[in-house]
């Protein structure tokens, strides 16, 4: 069976090839031995707290985003998006007046033409009185 430092060296070994998240408690967990165990294998855990350190380093060049900075990022985002919104509700309702007036002038028109089609109808041969 094999030592505990070698379940953790191989562990190490297999997350570095699958490029996942490396810290003390992963290499542990994928070793399938007990929290804490690299506490007792000091040269291991220096390695595996550098590898750590390695990966966050990329992390650390973007900037950090602080917790005012956020608020204040996110509500610009917020005030803006309210922006975009009123303008289309303006919008919408410039477009439900035009419909309103457009609807009226249909209905306008229909009452002419049923208007002139009446007028007209006397006038017309095809038309037969019917005699009372």
Avoid: C
């Avoid at 399938?32 to 650390?60: F, M, T, W, Y």
């Avoid at 060049?61 to 303008?87: F, H, I, Q, Y």
């Avoid at 002419?112 to 038309?127: C, F, G, I, M, P």
Wanted: proline share 3%.
């Amino acid at each position: 069976m094999s030592s505990v430092k070698t379940k953790l060296e191989n562990a190490f070994d297999t997350l570095k090839k699958e490029k996942k998240k490396i810290n003390p408690s992963a290499v542990e967990k994928r070793a399938g031995v007990a929290n804490g165990s690299l506490k007792n294998h000091p040269a291991l855990r220096e390695i595996v707290l550098l590898e750590k350190a390695k990966h966050q380093q990329p992390n650390s060049d973007t900037a950090p985003v602080e917790k005012g900075n956020r608020n204040t990022v996110l509500k610009e985002r917020n005030d803006e998006l309210e922006a975009k919104n009123n303008k289309l509700k303006s919008k919408n309702n410039q477009f439900q007046t035009e419909m309103k007036v457009m609807a009226d002038s249909i209905a306008q028109l229909t009452w002419e033409l049923h208007r002139y089609k009446t007028a007209t109808r006397n006038d017309s041969s095809n038309v037969h009185k019917i005699k009372t």
